[in-house]
Antibody
Framework: EVQLLQSGAEVKKPGESLKISCKGS????????IVWVRQMPGKGLEWMGS????????RYSPSLQGQVTISGEKSLSTAYLQWSSLKASDTAMYYC?????????????WGRGTLVTVSS | QSVLTQAPSASGTPGERVTISCSGS????????VYWYQQLPGTAPKLLIY???QRPSGVSDRFSGSKSGTSASLAISGLQSEDEADYYC??????????????FGGGTKLTVL
């Protein structure tokens, strides 16, 4: 069974750093893209970026490039989303999902999400 | 403001057929596949329709998708109370300038009256 297990909820202060994770199981992790999707409170879905774990090819949304870093460790079947300096506006639910290709395929499996709260 | 435009809300009564629309441009819907996701309250999104009109295994045939030009639609027939959710369209956008990447519609909140 394909599963994407995301790390637990986080409460951080503005300016702090954070790294959240998404661990895949039940399939060949390095043969798929992992995408990160943000959902701010009461808002819609927003693609943040994608990573292909076999060669770490990473693509970012133009609107978010430079604000987050997407990485992965294929030996751990895990992808990461990290911030070096959080802002209150980073408060959101963050989902990871799996896709066969970067462009031509859907986000077919999703994790349950990691809630990130940034507040002083 | 989303690149893909959806009405913020829709409603219907049990048994009715409801249609949710998604409008884009030649850079996204007009040249790429459209996908639909269902997000039940408090849960992660779920893939409902892929490649414009294909249903993943396990998705009810009450859900159907279509695309024409730069617009797409999701139809739900035989509306049920458990269909009450937010519905999002999505497509890859490959504008030469401006947005480029995966785009989602703003979402349509479906209420079953």
């Amino acid at each position: 069974e394909v599963q994407l297990l995301q790390s637990g909820a986080e409460v951080k202060k503005p300016g702090e750093s954070l790294k959240i994770s998404c661990k895949g199981s039940g399939y060949s992790f390095t043969s798929y893209w992992i995408v990160w999707v943000r959902q701010m409170p009461g808002k819609g879905l927003e693609w943040m970026g994608s990573i292909y774990l076999d060669d770490s090819d990473t693509r970012y949304s133009p609107s978010l490039q430079g604000q987050v870093t997407i990485s992965g460790e294929k030996s751990l079947s895990t992808a990461y989303l990290q911030w070096s300096s959080l802002k209150a506006s980073d408060t959101a639910m963050y989902y990871c999902a799996r896709s066969i290709t970067m462009i031509g395929d859907p986000f077919e499996y999703w994790g349950r999400g990691t809630l990130v709260t940034v507040s002083s | 403001q989303s690149v893909l435009t959806q009405a913020p809300s829709a409603s219907g009564t049990p048994g009715e057929r409801v249609t949710i629309s998604c409008s884009g441009s030649r850079f996204n819907i007009g040249s790429n596949y459209v996908y639909w996701y269902q997000q039940l309250p408090g849960t992660a999104p779920k893939l409902l329709i892929y490649s414009n009109n294909q249903r993943p295994s396990g998705v009810s045939d009450r859900f159907s998708g279509s695309k024409s030009g730069t617009s797409a639609s999701l139809a739900i027939s035989g509306l049920q109370s458990e269909d009450e959710a937010d519905y999002y369209c999505a497509a890859w956008d490959d504008s030469l300038s401006g947005p480029k990447g995966w785009m989602f519609g703003g979402g349509t909140k479906l209420t079953v009256l």
